[in-house]
């Protein structure tokens, strides 16, 4: 009798080891499997970084502010610009052109500034007057639209030269009539009220929208 319950408590107390040992391992197997999560973890933080660190390499090579594209941009940028000036000198009196944005800092800036005759050069196009912003506007419409092949697109003038002075108001007419009559665009639509714009125009089609206040001189 007493061996029988001397093999029932070493039973009893080998089954409790049991179950501790397989709670043991159930546990150990836990660990190892957090401890190779923390490893994929760690090995692809550190792809992430490199390739974070690879992006900014590119993002700085091809930025439109600095690096290869900028570097490209800037010669565009000044042959535009002198294709601008071109189109200026053909209206304006004297002396403006628009210069290049910066690029000495190392990048773009994309301010243009704005030199009249031999003063210092305003330091943004938009800081210029009306009249001066005005015929920038339309030497860059021109321009842009020759890069973009729109030769057979309609040139469209709204009020074009509303802040011009009679004489600039009458040869930025002859430049555009200039352009028509070398076919450099298929149409020409004009809203104008000043008779310096739209009387240059002799054999121009003219719509009357609103007859108030209109006389047939």
């Avoid at 391992?25 to 933080?45: C, F, G, P, V, Y």
């Amino acid at each position: 009798f007493p061996v029988t319950i001397g093999i029932g408590i070493v039973r009893e107390c080998l089954s409790t080891a049991q179950a501790s040992m397989a709670t043991a391992q159930t546990q150990l197997n836990d660990r190892k499997a957090l401890e190779d999560i923390i490893d994929d973890l760690k090995n692809s933080s550190e792809r992430l970084a490199l390739d974070n660190e690879a992006f900014k390499l590119i993002t700085t090579a091809l930025s439109p502010t600095e690096g290869l594209i900028a570097e490209s941009l800037n010669g565009f940028i000044e042959c535009f610009c002198s294709q601008m000036n071109e189109v200026i000198s053909q209206i304006w009196t004297y002396d403006l052109r628009v210069m290049p944005c910066s690029l000495e800092s190392g990048e773009l800036d994309y301010k243009f500034p704005l030199k009249v005759m031999n003063e210092r050069p305003v330091s943004d196009i938009a800081k210029g007057s009306r009249a001066q912003t005005e015929v920038v506007d339309f030497a860059f419409k021109i321009v842009a639209m020759l890069y973009m092949d729109f030769t057979q697109w309609p040139l469209l003038l709204d009020e074009f030269g509303s802040g011009f002075d009679e004489q600039h108001r009458v040869n930025a007419m002859n430049y555009v009539k200039l352009l028509i009559d070398a076919k450099r665009y298929s149409q020409l639509f004009m809203i104008s009220h000043y008779a310096s714009s739209h009387g240059s125009m002799t054999q121009a089609e003219v719509c009357v929208l609103d007859s108030t206040n209109y006389r047939d001189w």
